[in-house]
């Protein structure tokens, strides 16, 4: 059996917050597939390589499109960001390597990946509490600064 994040008291919680969006309801299966989702976030693996505890890998893909498309992941996110400790908030970037297909989709929305001479790559500008926990964040191209990033964080913080 693969390590699990979520105790009993987390995931009640983490169920009735994904109940109240009105587009999940009580599945028992929810919770392996959920924590196959953290895992799979956790460690890095490939969606095929999910162990099969988590249930099958495609079921466990499709979910996450589906709640991620839905907004039920940025509802939880923005529920537990209500809860941070903000006795001391740090910011900070972190950039993330793209992959060389990931770029000129014909798209409408801003992928934000960026061209630098290290090649293409994404920024992510983070929030986070005194426990490390993320509060907010922005994504941006690769190559711009984090201070660019950073009176915009602040006034998010106000937000939440």
Known sequence: MPRTMLTDKRWEKLLQIMKNTGRVYNKSEHRMTFEG??????????????????????TVYRRFNLWSKK???VDIFKHLSQLADFEWVFLDGSIIRAHQHSTGAATEHCEQIGQSCGGHSTKI???????GLPICFELSEGQRHDITYAENLV????EV
């Open 71 to 73: 907004g039920i992941l």
């Open 37 to 58: 989702i953290l895992f799979r976030m956790r460690t890095g693996i490939a969606w095929r390589d999910l162990p099969e505890e988590f249930g099958e890998w495609s």
């Open 125 to 131: 500008h983070l929030a986070v509490d005194s426990g």
């Open 155 to 158: 006034e998010k913080l106000d």
